[in-house]
DNA sequence: CATCTATTTAACTTTTTCGTTAAATGGATG
DNA sequence: CATCCATTTAACGAAAAAGTTAAATAGATG
């Protein structure tokens, strides 16, 4: 499976872009403080995380008893570049960044 | 579902990542030319097709037999919002596109 | 060291996804 | 109008996903 597809995947359901857009939010959380929210058990929450940790979207750092959860930049990159390579399929109509875009292009 | 989750999913998948990376490199397309390549049956592509048309990702026109699928910037747009709304989180050290985007904020 | 807290892994169940083949639908054509 | 071509829908099976509870692991603490 390619990144791209590992990525789209791990974010194609509510709970893990939940916590996605949490910790984009709130910065690194422990795993505790996701569960409280999201209406699911310990259990379900920490197969999700491993399913982010697993996709490259988050990273896991040990604080005495906690795990220590933070969105990975580079994940969204993955994103933002194929949404990039693609630009010409959704900025028609978008002027101003449509002029943007093509100053970047041009020079 | 949100529309986000919907978008992700529907992309979360290679066939169908491949169906609609083909429709933006060469436009328009018939459902029949999208089945030669995938290596999968008919109805399986079909089936595809279906879920990117709920997904809002493609669109379909009749011409005769035929049905034309193609691309549609809006649900790509979608993306590419969520992706800049939180762009604080991959723009790190991309120095030009940094400075590009903060001469967008404040104009 | 017994135990509490935080988190993960195991075992199991239910639902969803994705593929297949066979049948249905609808326009084009001899 | 009988049939062909393009595509979709139906029916079904196998594999994957996502939830649950119970048990395991590991650091912190009386």
Avoid: C
């Avoid at 791209?4 to 974010?11: K, P, W």
């Avoid at 990039?84 to 960044?97: I, N, P, S, V, Y």
Wanted: without cysteine.
């Amino acid at each position: 499976m390619t990144t791209l597809i590992t990525t789209f995947s791990a974010l194609a359901d509510e709970t893990r872009l939940g916590i996605v857009e949490r910790l984009m939010a709130q910065g690194e959380l422990p795993a505790g403080d996701l569960v409280s929210d999201a209406g699911i058990s310990g259990p379900a929450i920490s197969r999700h995380l491993k399913i982010l940790r697993e996709a490259g979207l988050v990273s896991q750092r040990a604080e005495g008893n906690k795990r220590l959860y933070s969105v990975r930049p580079e994940a969204m990159r993955t994103i933002a570049d194929w949404t990039m390579d693609h630009r010409k399929f959704w900025e028609a109509g978008l002027d101003r960044l449509e002029a943007l875009l093509s100053e970047e292009e041009h020079g």
